[in-house]
């Protein structure tokens, strides 16, 4: 089903004109758009765009508004897959903002504007509520030529106009990006997803950490590799810093949930920092297993990445014993002092199939190796790796809400494409690259452990915004773990 731009006057159809565009002109006006609304094939994709005047302080002309509504006179009409087309246009080089436009049957100037902006309209237009009972996936972008300061029928409106007009010709390749992209289909949910235990527990240490000592309270790196976390965290009132030696003597500090170092504790001892471990109780457990090996005078094979903060933490525990295995081709060669004096652990986050390839050629070289008496791996970290195996086997692509610096995320992207499945990384919405979506019939979703829920849900809704409006999650395990709080904050 191929959509269709809508743009109201000839002007804005040619500016819109470019390579795989389908334009119709369809008027100046509300009948006018009202007779070519009806021209329209049943369920065909939708983009209004055209140029429109804003209602409110901050849009400039030449800026772009995306609507993430309709105003018109038979009430709001959600426009869902705004955030996605916002994205995207900002990625073109375009000043992009989103929140509701309205309809007008008139040109709007002068004190009509302050009504329209009391309601909440970024912009308005005369056309747009026409289209507002169209039964398929539609959007609305206005190209903005007036606004309060640079009013109608004023010196420099041609130039605007034509302003204007070049952000038209400049979004046109990204509108023709959502048609391809809208269209029936499904959404597969993996199952669990987002939030694991121990990221839950650490985001809960800070604040209570800042309810119960005051803003501000430090945090040694990230809590959780999530930068929507960290935002969110920092506007309640957390600092985060990379080294404790940058914290004030006697402060309240968190230690990040990827777990540190002893030097970083007696660093934080010798400040005499009011010190709050939110360390993940199953990182605890992989550090507890090289002091006990290293401690019997074991070399330790850690299987995991080297940059990675747990793997740097965990090293840490005996820095002169422990040895770092990336991958199976280094497992092959690594050499040890003493082969019959080896043991082995895992990061945490790995992904399941690749970290027992690489243990499977450490048994084969030495065979009395002495391993951890449950995996390392985490149960989150393995039953997300299941969830989103059982969607890509189905999937044409797979989304993974996570930020680049989260392993488990990126563990997820590379198991789904081993399935099979195109798979991306993206931190929110706003990251989607629409050409994903071009034919994708099924449409499969996850989040890494560190990855705040809400994002799921915006995501799914942006989708459904294109037509994905079905929805089954694929669920293959229940989780109940709760993890306990440290004193400090218990």
Not at 97 to 118: K, N
Not at 228 to 247: I, K, N, S
Not at 447 to 452: H, L, N, R, V, Y
Request: negative net charge.
């Amino acid at each position: 089903m191929t959509g269709v731009v809508c743009a109201p006057m000839h002007l804005e159809a040619a500016a819109l004109r470019v390579p795989g565009v389908r334009v119709l002109h369809t008027g100046i006006g509300p009948r006018r758009t009202a007779d070519s609304v009806e021209r329209l094939g049943e369920g065909t994709p939708v983009v209004v765009a055209g140029i429109g005047g804003a209602v409110a302080e901050g849009v400039r002309p030449g800026d772009v508004v995306v609507a993430t509504r309709i105003d018109g006179p038979d009430g709001p009409v959600p426009l869902k897959s705004a955030p996605l087309l916002a994205g995207a246009l900002r990625r073109a080089g375009l000043t992009v903002h989103t929140g509701p436009i309205a309809s007008s049957d008139a040109l709007v100037d002068g004190a009509d504007r302050d009504r329209f902006a009391e309601r909440g309209a970024l912009a308005v237009d005369m056309e747009s509520a026409q289209f507002a009972a169209v039964p398929g996936p539609l959007a609305v972008v206005r190209a903005i030529v007036d606004t309060p300061d640079h009013p109608l029928l004023r010196p420099g409106t041609v130039r605007r106009g034509i302003t204007g007009l070049r952000s038209l010709h400049t979004a046109a390749p990204v509108l023709r990006e959502w048609c391809a992209a809208a269209g029936p289909g499904e959404i597969l949910l993996a199952s669990p997803r987002s939030f694991c235990a121990g990221v839950d527990r650490a985001i809960e240490i800070v604040e209570r950490a800042l309810e119960r000592y005051g803003a501000p309270v430090y945090v040694r790196r990230q809590i959780v590799h999530n930068a929507h976390v960290v935002r969110r965290l920092e506007q309640l009132g957390a600092v985060f810093v990379q080294e404790v030696d940058e914290v004030p003597p006697g402060a309240t500090t968190v230690l990040a949930a990827h777990g540190v170092a002893p030097a970083v504790r007696e660093a934080a001892a010798a400040k005499d920092l009011r010190l709050i471990d939110a360390t993940c109780p199953l990182v605890t457990k992989v550090h507890n297993e090289v002091r006990r090996y290293s401690s019997r005078g074991d070399t330790v094979l850690l299987i995991g990445h080297a940059e990675h903060e747990e793997v740097e933490g965990t090293v840490g525990e005996a820095p002169g014993q422990v040895i770092v295995v990336e991958d199976a081709s280094v497992a092959a060669q690594v050499r040890v002092p003493d082969a019959g004096k080896v043991a082995y652990a895992m990061q945490t986050t790995l992904a399941v199939d690749e970290a027992e390839e690489i243990a499977s050629v450490l048994r084969a070289r030495f065979p009395g190796m002495a391993a951890p008496r449950r995996d390392d791996i985490c149960y989150a970290t393995t039953n997300r790796q299941r969830a989103v195996r059982a969607v890509a086997e189905h999937a044409d692509v797979v989304l993974v809400l996570g930020s680049a610096n989260s392993s488990n995320s990126k563990r997820l992207v590379e198991v789904s494409r081993r399935c099979g499945a195109r798979a991306h990384l993206i931190d929110d919405v706003s990251e989607v690259d629409m050409r994903w979506l071009a034919g994708a019939r099924r449409i499969g979703i996850t989040a890494g452990a560190s990855a705040p829920p809400h994002l799921v849900e915006e995501l799914t809704q942006c989708l459904a915004g294109l037509g994905r409006t079905s929805v089954r999650d694929s669920q293959v395990a229940d989780e109940d773990v709760r993890f306990t709080l440290p004193r400090e904050v218990g």
